[in-house]
């Protein structure tokens, strides 16, 4: 679902929100409640259903909008140059097997056991790479710059999504219910169910 040629920044973005409730999840419910787990098993395959719709949708409106495709590949490689120079080399390594695991985990032919040893196992380098984009956001200078350019960038992506696509503004939404519904199981409460939490990219890292 996800090529290379398309920005992890963005990409992984909507990629990390599904595989991190799928996560959190999972080891929520995994101490005993036997009530809960029918529920967030039903909720993650929700989740996934949307993620995998979401993904080709953007990667539809990219492909459509090479000029979008062009800012988000810049980008990304303004921000995996500025790792390298702090000394983590294997970035682009890195980035291309969590891809590849988002690819599996949307294929469908992964079972729940393998997506959990899958997911353990790239628990590091996700780590890994959280540590060298903190290190690279230290500096100012160049992070204020590239937030900027990415905030906009995300926008103009939705945005294009949504006219191209009104199925995406309904699929995001219904991402944000889920995820705050998710919190809210794992957290034991009983609160009413928020719609408005985030925008539909917000769960990527290097905020």
């Known amino acids: 679902m996800f090529r290379k040629?398309?920005?992890?920044?963005?990409?992984?973005?909507?990629?990390?929100?599904?595989?991190?409730?799928?996560?959190?999840g999972q080891q929520g419910g995994g101490q005993g409640q036997g009530q809960g787990m029918p529920q967030m098993s039903e909720t993650q395959k929700r989740m996934q259903e949307?993620?995998?719709?979401?993904g080709q949708?953007?990667?539809?409106?990219?492909?459509?909008?090479?000029?979008?495709?062009?800012?988000?590949?810049?980008?990304d490689e303004r921000l995996l140059d500025k790792m390298e120079d702090m000394g983590y080399q294997d970035v682009r390594d890195d980035i291309e097997r969590l891809e590849q695991t988002?690819?599996?985990?949307?294929?469908?032919?992964m079972s729940q056991e393998e997506m959990r040893e899958r997911m353990k196992e790239d628990q590091q380098i996700q780590m890994e790479l959280q540590k060298a984009q903190r290190e690279a956001?230290?500096?100012?200078?160049?992070?204020?710059?590239?937030r900027e350019d990415r905030q906009q960038l995300q926008q103009d992506l939705i945005d294009t999504m949504n006219e191209e696509n009104?199925?995406?503004?309904?699929?995001?939404?219904?991402?944000?219910?889920?995820?705050?519904e998710m919190r809210q199981n794992m957290g034991g409460g009983q609160m009413p169910q928020g719609g408005?939490?985030?925008?539909?990219?917000?769960s990527g890292s290097g905020q």
């Open 5 to 24: 040629t398309i920005a992890t920044a963005l990409a992984l973005m909507f990629a990390a929100g599904a595989a991190h409730a799928q996560s959190g």
């Open 50 to 54: 949307i993620q995998r719709e979401l």
């Open 57 to 75: 949708i953007q990667q539809e409106t990219l492909e459509a909008n090479p000029e979008l495709q062009e800012r988000a590949e810049e980008l």
């Open 102 to 109: 988002m690819e599996d985990m949307q294929s469908g032919d």
């Open 137 to 146: 956001m230290q500096d100012e200078e160049f992070a204020q710059a590239w």
């Open 166 to 180: 009104p199925r995406a503004e309904e699929l995001m939404q219904e991402m944000r219910d889920l995820r705050s």
């Open 196 to 202: 408005g939490s985030g925008s539909g990219g917000g």
